[in-house]
């Protein structure tokens, strides 16, 4: 079974602390997201990443930057954590092209910034 | 950009009964729709998955249509049952890399016992 494990459930961080989510899958995936979870807004798209080292911007990356130095590891970084932060982050992985184009999610983390 | 459109936002049924989530999608490339379910405290897990060049696609008591021409796509789930309660999403997808999956709001659908 693939497993995508994320450091924490539930994070609580101070306005303009530097915040660190990190991802970790187990089945070799290439491509790895993270995602902004909010009630009313689906999911939405932060940064993606198709191999180590190698970044895009997603729908929503102001505010955010991310590191992949590991093929199992993805990191989403929040340099200086706002109020408007307050969310659940959902970190996937899926293989490159065909035929399964499942994305296998973590559990989330909540995080709360006051 | 690809928007999904999705409703109902909330759905409550009683147990036995079918339930039936509505998607729409605006970009005409889009070419692979799944759907998954997120359960209380977990992450979404898919469920069901159709490509563009299949109108229909039955898993059991779960199924997807997809209407290409009108640019909508459905989840149906008969028999409900209580474990089906849950917030389901569809998305919609037109490369190979995911990487421009745009999910919809999700449903809360609520199965009553």
């Known amino acids: 079974d693939v497993k995508v494990t994320q450091s924490s459930r539930y994070l609580v961080k101070r306005t303009g602390e530097k915040v660190f989510l990190e991802c970790v899958q187990d089945?070799?995936?290439?491509?790895m997201f993270w995602y902004r979870q909010d009630p009313g807004l689906g999911l939405r798209l932060i940064y993606f990443?198709?191999?180590?080292?190698?970044?895009e911007k997603g729908d929503i990356p102001e505010g955010y930057s991310v590191s992949r130095e590991k093929k199992e590891r993805f990191s989403l970084i929040l340099e200086s954590a706002s109020t408007n932060q307050t969310s659940m982050y959902l970190c996937?992985?899926?293989?490159?092209?065909?035929?399964?184009?499942?994305?296998?999610f973590g559990p989330g983390t909540r995080l709360t910034v006051t | 950009g690809e928007n999904v459109e999705q409703h109902p936002s909330t759905l409550s049924v009683q147990e036995g009964d079918s339930a039936v989530i509505k998607c729409t999608y605006s970009?005409?490339?889009?070419?692979?729709f799944p759907w998954y379910k997120q359960e209380l405290g977990k992450g979404p897990q898919l469920i069901i998955d159709?490509?563009?060049?299949?109108g229909e696609k039955k898993d059991q008591r779960i199924a997807v249509t997809l209407n290409k021409t009108a640019k909508h796509f459905s989840l149906h789930i008969t028999e409900t049952q209580p474990e089906d309660s849950a917030v389901y999403f569809c998305?919609?997808?037109?490369?190979?890399?995911?990487?421009?999956?745009?999910f919809g709001a999700g449903t809360r659908l609520t199965v009553k016992p």
């Open positions: 996937a992985s899926s293989p490159r092209g065909g035929p399964s184009y499942e994305q296998y």
């Open positions: 089945m070799d995936h290439e491509n």
């Open positions: 990443s198709y191999d180590v080292k190698m970044k």
């Open positions: 970009d005409s490339a889009s070419n692979y």
């Open positions: 159709i490509r563009s060049n299949v």
């Open positions: 998305a919609a997808s037109d490369n190979w890399d995911n990487n421009d999956m745009r």
